[in-house]
T-cell receptor, first 113, second 112 residues
């Protein structure tokens, strides 16, 4: 198993541009999450999904959108990039049988200039 | 409002000695606590957890202690090894799988 994969690893965006951060997992996990980590801060939940077709907002959803058309994929969309969205983004997942521990991807570092 | 606090941004320990990482929380509704380890350029990986109904959980060199009255938990690593050098995040869960709150992390350096 590849686990949780994220692409790209690093991206520079100009203010106002849009992009999609890709996340995929091959463990057949029901739950998937997007977090952001700002320097010196903990991880903040952006959006989460309990299964294909079901998504919900986390703590900091403004400026982002998600979709979950399949169990495997959970892309995060930035429509109008702003400098405040400069961060490291982590995707995570966990199965229904283990709701305590989450499996994280390697992260996407995003710089908005 | 920082509900999970890790007040020590960094910690240095000699190889073979004990590492103690601390975490304080304010929300009495937290029912599950976790520690994650993170290496540079990688995602966090789960290390150890403890339910709020317990006061200790041990897994090899790693032990987590929970003091509910003080709203404090700690992670002990004995003996510390250079490979343990990483950032350690304390996390707490309340009311369901999605409500996980992370601390800001403590960077542990184990000196050979």
């Amino acid at each position: 198993n590849a686990g949780v994969t994220q692409t790209p690893k690093f991206r520079i965006l100009k203010i106002g541009q849009s992009m999609t951060l890709q996340c995929a997992q091959d463990m057949n996990h029901n739950y998937m999450y997007w977090y952001r980590q700002d320097p010196g801060m903990g991880l903040k939940l952006i959006y989460y999904s309990v299964g294909a077709g079901i998504t919900d907002k986390g703590e900091v959803p403004n400026g982002y959108n998600v979709s979950r058309s399949t169990t495997e994929d959970f892309p995060l969309r930035l429509e109008l990039a702003a400098p405040s969205q400069t961060s490291v983004y982590f995707c995570a997942s966990n199965p229904l049988a283990d709701q305590e521990t989450q499996y994280f991807g390697p992260g996407t570092r995003l710089l908005v200039l | 409002d920082q509900q999970v606090k890790q007040n020590s941004p960094s910690l240095s320990v000699q190889e073979g000695r004990i590492s103690i990482l601390n975490c304080d929380y304010t929300n009495s509704m937290f029912d599950y606590f976790l520690w994650y380890k993170k290496y540079p350029a990688e995602g966090p990986t789960f290390l150890i957890s403890i339910s709020s109904i317990k006061d200790k959980n041990e897994d090899g060199r790693f032990t987590v202690f929970l003091n509910k009255s003080a709203k404090h938990l700690s992670l002990h690593i004995v003996p510390s090894q250079p490979g343990d050098s990483a950032v350690y995040f304390c996390a707490a869960r309340s009311g369901g799988y999605q409500k996980v709150t992370f601390g800001t992390g403590t960077k542990l350096q184990v000196i050979p």
